[in-house]
Nanobody, 126 residues
């Protein structure tokens, strides 16, 4: 069965950096748009960033724009989120998601997400 497995979370100080990864298995990875979401304690899951199937177009939430970078390596079936200048409000469980589509359109809220990972926890200490 298809799996999305996040890794790379951990504890980091304010202003630090962290890179989280999402490895896909049993998935034609290059046919999917990929996304990062996060859910902080007591809050709803929110969009962080998205990337088209070939990495040509990226989209970010305003709260992370200029600090986070989403990327993907289709040869490795892996997506990344490089997080710099981390703030305590970035503390959350980070989830990756996949939506089928080889298009140049990417949105904060897709009509359907086909697969989700289990999440990796990121904690930013003040």
């Amino acid at each position: 069965q298809v799996q999305l497995v996040e890794s790379g979370g951990g504890l980091v100080q304010t202003g630090g950096s962290l890179r989280v990864s999402c490895a896909a298995s049993r998935l034609l990875f290059s046919s999917y748009k990929m996304f990062w979401f996060r859910q902080a304690p007591g809050k709803e899951r929110e969009f962080v960033a998205g990337i088209t199937w070939n990495g040509g177009i990226t989209l970010y939430d305003d709260s992370v724009k200029g600090r986070f970078t989403i990327s993907r390596d289709n040869a490795k079936n892996t997506m990344y989120l490089q997080m710099n200048s981390l703030k305590p409000e970035d503390t959350a469980v980070y989830y990756c998601a996949a939506a089928l589509g080889r298009t140049s359109v990417i949105m904060r809220k897709e009509w359907k997400y086909d697969y989700w990972g289990q999440g990796t926890r990121v904690t930013v200490s003040s």
